[in-house]
């Protein structure tokens, strides 16, 4: 059995309790994995691609490939709502709501991409 890291199997539980509500990953590429009966399950192949990029046959391909839309759905609404920031006027803890239970890596990554809209929007004006 595989041993992962705290920070991954929170992370993992995060991306897992938020399938199907970011199901829209705004056109990123989602990658697939070949289904294998004999092949890793879907955290396993999940944590490969994750940490090294390798694409593992798996025998729950359809649970691999929510968690990636989920993942990439979070991600591009980060930049979405980091966007439209400075339109909605919005504070931060509007967007955090839409977590359950959001690791504190989620504030900081939106608070981030915040600061680099708020950089761009100043360099473009």
């Known amino acids: 059995m595989a041993k992962y890291s705290k920070n991954f199997n929170r992370d ?6 938020h399938i199907g509500r970011f199901d829209f990953a705004g056109g990123a590429e989602i990658p697939r ?8 399950d879907a955290k396993r192949a999940f944590f490969l691609f994750d940490s090294n990029g390798t694409l593992a046959p798996c025998n729950e391909p359809e649970l691999f490939y929510k ?16 966007e439209g920031f400075w339109d909605m006027m919005e504070p931060i ?19 981030e991409q915040k600061e680099k809209e708020s950089q761009r929007r100043w360099l473009n004006e």
């Open 12 to 17: 993992y539980e995060f991306y897992l309790r």
């Open 33 to 40: 994995v070949i289904f294998d009966e004999n092949g890793v």
């Open 67 to 82: 968690l990636m839309v989920t993942k990439k759905g979070i991600n591009f609404h980060f930049k979405m709502w980091a």
């Open 93 to 111: 803890e509007f967007y955090l709501d839409e977590f359950d239970n959001p690791p504190e890596w989620v504030e900081k990554a939106l608070r």
